[in-house]
Every structure is written in structure tokens, then in C-alpha cells.
């Protein structure tokens, strides 16, 4: 029996679920932003309406302000967010047990041999998905789960969209490579140097020339060009653990010295800070990635002198590597941040004498416990208070509403 493979994709996901908390900011244009109050903040993620004036991830508050005057502006809330992607699994996970997290608000789920067509129970969760918890999702169906990860990109918000075996070449192979999982930037510039732009080029390409060019990931890819992918999908609770949790943004205005570097990677490292702190992981490297001006990519990997889950360690490490590695010969377009080598919390290590880590963790799981309570707002590191500019709207925290989990 040919396999069906369902993967569903919540539509802008923290703005979604801020509408859902609070109905006054439905219809609205949303944006999700770090630092609302300071002019450094950014969009982190921004709802449908926002994204149709203009309004993009990365960009500064003021500036999307400008575009989009009725922009309500949001602090984000990661522990409700991970709460809603628990009960987006509880409700997949009444279809099949095979469900595969992506992220917080991606999962596959394995509907092979279920009495409903695969279509119809895309269709329920959609359905289901609005009605409990206010959002909606986009769901791809086919017979792996490279085409399902491709077919819930293709239409969105709220819609379905099939990959078939008889009809994968029409739907799909017109497509950018760079719209398979796993093809990433590097890979998408290689095959673009050899001619192959569309995941038809790839599927149609020499194999020989493929495996000489691009090694493993190349022959990879180019099977999963021709619909060959047979990766399971994990059982719920067994899926793979966290390799890296990495936060960027592009900047609206070129970032022209490590101090204005310095302030995006505070933003950004708060948000891996409290994510590492949820996961219960903590990280033995750090990875920043550049593109300049010139949309040139640069990435620089190094160890911690300990592992850490905190923000302030993660921002410092960040800042240390990029003057030591960057030239400023560009100024710099976007920026990356990652922690890497994941480990568990409880993992054995080796204390040090000179590292203030275990203090700092206390401090900053205090952080997180004050953010719960009254929001990501009630306190923040110093340099990311400024000039003030007090959002018109910044909604108290609900809290995580109860139930699954
Ligand atoms: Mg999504």
C-alpha cells in the first residue's frame, strides 16, 4: 500500500496565537516584535494583514510602523506558543500515533491504512485546528514527507493542497530547488552554477554529475526531486532531538559596527535563552552566520568555555566571535545566532572554577519565571532599554491555558 503522509503548518503561528488570546486583534494587522518599547526591537513574526502591508520579519518596529500605521505591536510569549504547539500534537495524535514534530508549529503525521482518505482527515484538522484553538493550518498530502512538507507551502492560510504519484512531476517539478527540505543555500548555489534551478533540473540531472558536485546531500536531494523519500515518520515521543536552536534576522538598515551587532544579538539570543530553558537543553557552541551587503554568507562556528543556556553568555560568545572573525570590510545585512552541540541539562560536565554559569542560570530561570507571570516585557537586559517608545498596545499575558500537556 503506497503510503499517506500528512504535514501541517500553522499560519503564522505567534500571531495567530496572540489573535487567538486576544479576539480585539483579530482582523488586525500583528506583529510579534523583541524590545517593543525601543527602537532596536524587531519582528520576529507578523500576521497575514501585516505581511500584505509590507511588513517583514527582521524589520525595526519603527520601521514597519511606518508602513503599516494600525500595526499593533506584541511582545512575544514562548511558553504559550510551545502550549499551543502541545495541543496542536494532542489534537493530530487523535488520528494516528505516528506524529513527527517540525519546529513548534509543524508536524507529520502518518495516516497510512486510516479509514478516512487522507484528504478527508486534512480537511477535519483544518476544521478542528480552527474551532479548539482558534488558528489555522495549512496541510500538505502525499506519499512522503518531503512532497507533504512542499504541499502545505503551497497554498496558504487555512487550505489543503495534494502531490500525487501521477501527478508530483506537473505540481512540483516547476518548483525552485530551494523549495525541498534540506536544500538549502549553499546547496541552491551550487546547483545553480551547474544549470539546475527547478526541482525538475534536479530530478532530470546526470546523476553522476550530481554525486560529483554535491556528494551525498546532492544524491539526496535529487532522489527526493523524484518523489523517492521513504524516511518514516517518528512515533509520537520518539522524534529526534533537537540539534541546534538558532534565531536570525535581516536587518532593514545595515548593521555598521559590532555595538549595533551587539544589540541584535541580545534580541536575539533572549529568545534562544527561554527556548534552550523549555527544551531543558544547554549548548557546548555557538554559530553566528553574516550576509553583507552584497548578500554574501559568511558562518563561523566555536566552542563555549562551558556549556550554557543563558542569553547573556550566548550574546557575549557571539559578539567575541564575530570581532574576532568579521572585518567589517561590508557592512552587514542580516544576521544569525545558534546554539549548537545540544545537550541535555542534566549531562555530566565539568565544573569551573572561574565561570559564573550556574549563578547566571539561576538568574535567568528567575527571568523566565517573572516573564511568565507578567509578561516578556516585566524585564529585560539593560542594553536593550533605550529610547523609549511605549507600544499603544502591548496586551497583558493570559495565562497558558490548561489542559493537554
Ligand atoms: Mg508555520
Not at 504535514?7 to 505567534?14: E, G, L, M, Q, V
Not at 496541510?139 to 489543503?160: C, E, Q
Not at 544549470?195 to 554529475?209: E, F, N, Q, R, S
Not at 532599554?385 to 499575558?397: F, S, V, Y
Request: proline share 5%.
Amino acid at each position: 500500500m503506497d503510503r499517506a503522509i500528512l504535514h501541517s503548518d500553522a499560519n503564522a503561528f505567534y500571531a495567530s496565537v496572540e489573535a487567538a488570546l486576544h479576539p480585539e486583534l483579530k482582523g488586525r494587522a500583528v506583529a510579534v516584535c523583541g524590545a517593543p518599547e525601543n527602537r532596536h526591537g524587531i519582528v520576529l513574526a507578523k500576521s497575514e494583514l501585516a505581511k500584505r502591508m509590507g511588513v517583514k520579519t527582521g524589520m525595526a518596529n519603527w520601521q514597519a510602523k511606518q508602513l503599516c500605521p494600525g500595526l499593533v505591536i506584541v511582545p512575544p510569549h514562548h511558553d504559550i506558543y510551545a502550549e499551543f504547539s502541545r495541543r496542536l500534537h494532542e489534537i493530530y495524535e487523535r488520528y494516528t500515533d505516528r506524529v513527527e514534530g517540525y519546529g513548534l508549529d509543524e508536524c507529520w503525521l502518518d495516516v497510512t491504512g486510516c479509514p478516512m482518505s487522507p484528504r478527508a482527515i486534512a480537511d477535519e484538522l483544518r476544521a478542528v485546528v480552527k474551532r479548539e484553538l482558534g488558528i489555522t493550518v495549512s496541510v500538505g498530502v502525499s506519499f512522503n514527507k518531503v512532497f507533504a512538507k512542499l504541499g502545505s507551502d503551497m497554498k496558504k492560510p487555512d487550505a489543503v493542497t495534494e502531490i500525487g504519484r501521477n501527478d508530483f512531476k506537473n505540481k512540483v517539478w516547476k518548483l525552485p530547488c530551494s523549495d525541498l527540505l534540506y536544500c538549502g543555500r549553499a546547496t541552491t548555489e551550487k546547483l545553480k552554477l551547474l544549470g539546475i534551478v527547478t526541482i525538475g533540473d534536479l530530478a532530470k540531472a546526470p546523476p553522476a554529475l550530481i554525486a560529483k558536485r554535491l556528494g551525498k546531500n546532492g544524491e539526496m536531494l535529487q532522489r527526493y526531486a523524484n518523489g523517492q523519500d521513504d524516511s518514516p515518520v517518528a512515533e509520537a515521543g520518539e522524534e529526534e532531538q533537537v540539534k541546534s536552536v538558532g534565531h536570525g534576522i535581516t536587518c532593514v538598515a545595515d548593521l555598521t559596527d559590532l555595538e549595533e551587532a551587539n544589540v541584535v544579538f541580545v534580541a536575539l539570543t533572549q529568545d534562544i535563552g527561554q527556548k534552550l530553558r523549555c527544551l531543558n537543553l544547554q549548548a557546548r557552541g555557538i554559530q553566528v552566520t553574516v550576509r553583507d551587503r552584497d548578500l554574501h554568507f559568511e558562518s563561523w562556528q566555536q566552542l563555549l568555555p562551558s556549556p550554557t543556556q543563558c542569553a547573556a553568555d550566548l550574546s557575549k560568545a557571539a559578539t567575541e566571535l564575530l570581532k574576532t572573525r568579521y572585518g567589517w570590510q561590508k557592512t552587514i545585512r542580516a544576521l544569525t545566532v545558534s546554539a549548537i552541540h545540544l545537550e541535555s541539562v542534566n549531562a555530566p560536565q565539568q565544573l569551573s572554577l572561574f565561570d559564573g554559569d550556574g549563578k547566571r542560570r539561576k538568574v535567568e530561570g528567575a527571568v523566565d519565571k517573572i516573564r511568565e507571570k507578567f509578561g516578556d516585557d516585566a524585564i529585560k537586559p539593560a542594553t536593550l532599554l533605550g529610547e523609549n517608545k511605549l507600544p499603544e498596545h502591548a496586551p497583558k499575558q493570559s495565562p497558558p491555558p490548561g489542559g493537554a500537556g
